[in-house]
């Protein structure tokens, strides 16, 4: 079982995701400060770290900083409000392997964590590639193909389409959407699952993903 340390002082997200992250079989720990998560991290008892950048005591970048100065490989997801190019590529240059944006889906997180582990450990990843009904997902490249053809997906229609596609024929509902691909904050009340789906229509096929009235959507393919 993966050991995966939770850097985040913003209790709600970090409950988020440590929920999550149990839930698909992990066991997260969490810590609040930059100074807890830089010694937990240098214990060596844990396989990846989800680190904020806006942490009290030792900022992010300074845990990083900290952690790669000794020799530390431990892979780093950045998961950050501060979104501009130079704190990309900050962290980046900075040795974190990869780096997320808030607000965010925990499908994506998720998916962008067991990549990281997979690297760490060099091992095969048979689940790179979902496919159904004609339509495929690369989840390594992020590139999607419908009827045989390359098709462009904004980040969010791919994670939409990634979680159709984990779920084939079952019917999900707008709130699991809202979920799983926009996160912990979207308004339940919000259209925005409607407005991507009819987008992943128009790309997909317009008989690609089934109405389910009073309840939800159930890809086809």
């Not at 409000?81 to 590529?89: G, K, N, P, Q, T």
């Not at 969010?156 to 809202?178: I, W, Y």
């Amino acid at each position: 079982m993966n050991q995966i340390l939770i850097a985040e002082d913003e209790e709600r997200i970090a409950q988020f995701v440590r929920k999550g992250l149990k839930a698909h079989g992990f066991q997260p720990t969490v810590v609040s400060d930059g100074a807890a998560a830089l010694g937990h991290a240098m214990s060596g008892g844990y396989d990846l770290m989800v680190l904020d950048i806006g942490l009290p005591v030792l900022d992010g970048f300074t845990v990083l900083q900290r952690l790669r100065d000794v020799g530390s490989t431990l892979p780093v997801v950045i998961l950050t409000a501060r979104d501009s190019l130079s704190d990309r590529v900050a962290g980046l240059e900075g040795g974190a392997d990869d780096y997320m944006s808030k607000p965010f889906g925990f499908d994506e997180l998720l998916a962008r964590i067991k990549l990281r582990l997979r690297r760490a450990t060099g091992e095969a990843a048979p689940s790179d590639r979902l496919e159904h009904g004609g339509v495929g997902l690369d989840l390594r490249t992020r590139t999607a193909t419908a009827g045989g053809r390359e098709v462009e997906l904004s980040a969010r229609e791919f994670a939409l389409a990634e979680v159709f596609l984990q779920h084939p024929g079952q019917v999900m509902s707008r709130e699991q959407l809202l979920s799983r691909v926009w996160g912990y904050d979207f308004d339940p009340g919000s259209n925005v699952v409607d407005v991507y789906v009819r987008y992943l229509r128009k790309k997909l096929g317009a008989d690609s993903i089934e109405t389910v009235r009073g309840a939800g959507y159930r890809f086809r393919g």
